[in-house]
């Protein structure tokens, strides 16, 4: 850790996350700009730390006590059958919907009952199941939108970090965002997310409508985010994607956690998944 509290840009080697050839531009700064600090390091090493989260929905819970920990610089993957409660646990995490107990701890602080905006500020980003961009504006205007958050001097060079993070949406900067393919307008939604220099970026629902083709264009990108110290969860239809990029991974089935184990034993025994959807 650089004493200014950034992480630097050396990629990290975990799991399934190559690293390899996918640095961002050299001399870009980094993706996070959350200053943590000796005390913050020393309380939970910079993981973001679920514990016992329960979530009502339409006045009956959904999400029972579910424990999740995501580390910095690696991808964890949360997979389960529709109405698991994942998106549920994802819009709890954003400070969307509210847990009824449980915590969510980053640094010490508990993020449980907090506002969105506090929430992204302490540097939490999140990509709901279906975010639009907005789609009568420019890509270079929804990138600027999303880099109001963050303090004016730093504003363009949040936006330049994210365009190498994207190269295929720069010659379309001037590009209505409604104009581009599925795939692009989720690579612009992961890229307002990312222009607050999140430590932890959730995507919900990645290649939600996209075809298969489509999803492998976003996976470097994916890596390189990853590789630059922010903790990604990623809900992901496609297991085989999830888990090919995962270190770790969780499955939820009927509001709990039914299988967590490294991403690689899932991948070498798919079928572990399936039994315990069923089980559940
Ligand atoms: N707005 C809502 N009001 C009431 N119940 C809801 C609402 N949204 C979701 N639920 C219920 O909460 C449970 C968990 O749903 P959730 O969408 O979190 O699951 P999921 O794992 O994300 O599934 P999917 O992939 O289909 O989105 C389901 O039983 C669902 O019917």
Known sequence: M??????????????????G?????????????HRRTRGDRVSNNGRLVIEGIAIERGGREV?????LVAEP????????????????????????????RGSVRL??????GKSPTAIRTAGIATVPEGHRVLKDMTVADNLRVASLLVPRIERPAAVDRVESLFEELTPLRGRLAGSLSGGQQ???????ALVSQPRYLVVDEMSLGLAP????????ALRRIAAAGVGVILIEQFTQVALDLASDAYAMA??????????AELREAPERLEQAYRLA
């Open 2 to 19: 650089r004493h200014d509290g950034r992480a630097r840009l050396r990629p990290r080697h975990r799991g399934g996350c190559d690293g």
């Open 21 to 33: 050839g996918t640095r961002f531009r050299r001399g870009s700064p980094s993706l996070s700009r």
């Open 63 to 67: 999400v029972h006590g579910v424990d």
């Open 73 to 100: 610089g690696a991808i964890t993957a949360l997979l389960g059958p529709n109405g698991a409660g994942k998106s549920s646990l994802v819009l709890a995490l954003a400070g969307t919907i509210k847990a009824s």
């Open 107 to 112: 640094d010490g602080a508990d993020l449980v």
């Open 186 to 192: 989720q690579m612009l939604a992961i890229g307002q």
């Open 213 to 220: 083709i489509i999803v492998r264009r976003l996976v470097p």
């Open 254 to 263: 009927q509001g709990r956690v039914v299988v967590h184990a490294p991403a």
